[in-house]
């Protein structure tokens, strides 16, 4: 384990398998269990997913090889790393506007995941035993509203957060990510099963997989462009920070690729799940935020070892939130570490409280009959507006900078050199095809998308 004075607080992941399942725990969270299939449903299906399956590969992919660069390269934290690779530039400015982004995505995402745990442990004392279609969409509304009990949660949440990010993350989160990660992946496949067992499952299915293209509308665009970012953990150097902690061996083509895949089938047996129940069940695609929490315990009411298997599902999805949520808050205690000399401690919980402080608020504005729900500016609370403006603004425009820094900053030998281990790995081919794309596929695309969104042209 190499250690400089600099990069004294850093250790690195012990192994490949390690590096992927780590990774993995950043990408795979709420965004493919929650945020997915309900973006897919507002967004009309399977043209959303057309669209999302494009961005991931043009855009996901490639930066995030790009931010796996950045960070092994310099072993820093994402404003670090600018510093380092481009001294005395306003390069480090992408890694402050990562920092932020981390804060806003922090505030809805501690939210969400208080709900998650909330029915985790709803399922545990056995609260869904009876569900029902009605009771379900009320018993989702007053979980939301509450004040009390989401706040709880929240607050619950962070702790646990902090408290992980404390011990030190690498082999807590190693081991977490190792044995849970597959079993999150059988759950789901069993979800799968019953959905599909259900009658009337096949118009489920048609909806998500029938492209129609007549329903894509530049928001739709921009926001399938936008859950692409927020899927992968990119733009904001969460891929960089844990790129700083890949071992010097690491095939960073072959991570980025591996990890993309796994990250995009757990999001479809998410959407197979969810789909095919909400049409059996009559509810509405577009229901909302509100998606996962009304369907899951449907699809397991009625079935033998239901009550065991919801329990299982929400624990599951609140190790896959917990394991995303960490990857969020190591870039800001990275930062504090080592470009504010604090200690690792004292970083963490004084973020966790900022968060939770703020945090506060995406909590009473989730719903519009919330405490806070009536007040909103340009037509959202300040639940949509912390997503929003991470997931649509701040991660995109991250992103195209990124791009542009690798495809017109950085020297193409130095990529290549990292990139190829230095010169261990046959990468020939495939590296020309990457440097084609985030040199110029990748910031065009991005820029059309960004003009299409505010009108100026038309697609
Ligand atoms: N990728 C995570 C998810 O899908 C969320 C996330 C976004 C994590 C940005 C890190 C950085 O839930």
Not at 326 to 333: G, P, W
Not at 422 to 433: K, N, P, S, V, Y
Request: proline share 3%.
């Amino acid at each position: 384990m190499a250690k400089s004075d600099k990069t004294a607080v850093r250790e690195t992941f012990s192994s490949g398998l390690a590096v992927f399942f780590a990774t993995l725990g950043s990408a795979v969270g709420l965004g493919n269990i929650w945020k997915f299939p309900y973006l897919t449903g507002e967004y009309g299906g399977g043209a959303f997913l057309f669209i999302y399956l494009l961005c991931i590969l043009f855009v996901g992919i490639p930066i995030m090889i790009g931010e796996f660069y950045i960070g092994r390269k310099t072993r820093q934290n994402p404003v670090g790393a600018y510093k380092q690779l481009s001294p005395d530039s306003y390069w480090k400015i992408n890694g402050f506007m990562g920092v932020i982004a981390a804060y806003l995505i922090m505030f809805f995402y501690s939210c969400v995941a208080g709900w998650v745990y909330f029915y985790f442990f709803k399922a545990l004392i056995g609260d869904f035993s009876s569900i029902t279609m009605a009771t379900a969409k009320a018993e989702f509304g007053s979980v939301v509203i509450g004040p009390f009990a989401p706040l709880f949660w929240q607050f619950f949440v962070l702790t646990v957060v902090a408290a992980i990010l404390i011990k030190g993350v690498e082999k807590g989160i190693e081991r977490i990510t190792k044995t849970l990660m597959p079993v999150l992946f059988l759950l789901i496949i069993i979800c799968d099963i019953r959905a599909l067992t259900l009658p009337g499952a096949g118009e489920g299915l048609n909806f998500l997989f029938h492209v129609d293209f007549s329903k894509l509308t530049s928001v739709a665009i921009l926001t399938a462009l936008g859950l692409a970012f927020f899927k992968l953990s990119l733009g904001m150097g969460t891929m960089l920070t844990y790129g700083s902690y890949f071992t010097k061996d690491n095939n960073l083509f072959g991570t980025a690729s591996k990890v993309a895949l796994s990250d995009t089938i757990v999001s479809m047996l998410a959407g197979i799940a969810i789909f095919p129940t909400v049409f059996s069940f009559g509810m509405e695609p577009s229901a909302g935020p509100g998606l996962l929490f009304m369907t899951i315990p449907l699809v397991f009411s009625q079935m033998p070892l239901g009550s065991i298997l919801l329990v299982a599902f929400f624990f599951l999805t609140s190790i896959a939130a917990t394991t995303a949520m960490i990857s969020i808050v190591e870039v800001v205690t990275a930062y504090f570490v080592e470009e504010r000399k604090m200690n690792r401690t004292k970083a963490v919980v004084i973020n966790s409280l900022v968060i939770a402080v703020v945090g506060v608020l995406a909590t009473l504005s989730a719903d519009k009959d919330s405490l806070l729900g009536g007040m909103t500016f340009f037509g959202k609370g300040f639940f949509d507006w912390f997503d929003y403006l991470s997931s649509n603004v701040l991660l995109p425009v991250g992103g195209l900078l990124i791009a542009l820094f690798i495809g017109h900053v950085t020297k193409k030998q130095d990529l290549k050199e990292e990139l190829s281990n230095q010169g261990t790995l046959a990468i020939d081919f495939i590296f020309e095809a990457f440097y084609f794309i985030i040199r110029y596929v990748t910031p065009i695309l991005l820029i059309i998308v960004f003009l299409n969104a505010i009108g100026i042209i038309k697609v």
